[in-house]
């Protein structure tokens, strides 16, 4: 029979294959950004071009790529400090340590809510004849994206009344 403590450690060292999905994230990123490096440079030439509708749409995409970067960066350094970097040792107190798992979620919630009005804003503005069922199903989902934030800070105030 395995003793606990035993089973427990081994366990506790698979935590480090989270360095695999934070690492693939990181690269992931990288190309990201090279993407995004590429938009902002083809932005640029075309700007004397541009009507003010269309280089508004642009900013909204540029925009959206900073959104979701920051969604992955997020995503990352949570998985680091909620499941590699070593709870026990008083030094690894980070910022992101204290940073409760709702407040986490919310902020989670709140980028992705975002980056939905900002898909919502850019179906608004294309040129062309509007489709009136497509802004409604985008808006639809916008709510329902808006009701998730207000849901999870409601949760998350409640349990900071319960805690104090």
């Known amino acids: 029979m395995m003793d606990v403590k035993k089973v427990f450690s081994i366990l506790h060292a698979f935590r480090w294959l989270m360095l695999v999905f934070c690492f693939g994230l990181a690269l992931a990123l990288l190309g990201f950004a090279a993407v995004f490096a590429i938009k902002t440079y083809k932005f640029l030439l075309a700007v004397p071009t541009m009507d ?34 070593n709870q026990d040792d008083d030094k690894s107190q980070s910022w992101l340590s204290s940073m409760s798992f709702g407040v986490l979620k919310l902020k989670l919630a709140s980028t992705i809510a975002a980056i939905g009005a900002i898909n919502l804003l850019e179906s608004i503005f294309e040129a062309g004849p509007l489709n009136s069922n497509n802004i409604m199903l985008l808006g639809g989902v916008e709510i329902v994206f808006l009701f998730v934030v207000v849901a999870f800070a409601f949760v998350d105030w409640m349990g900071q009344g319960k805690s104090h």
Do not use: R
């Open 52 to 85: 003010e509708v269309d280089a508004l749409l642009k900013i909204l995409g540029l925009i959206d790529s900073a959104l979701v970067a920051g969604l992955v960066v997020m995503v990352m350094l949570s998985l680091f400090s909620s499941f590699v970097e």
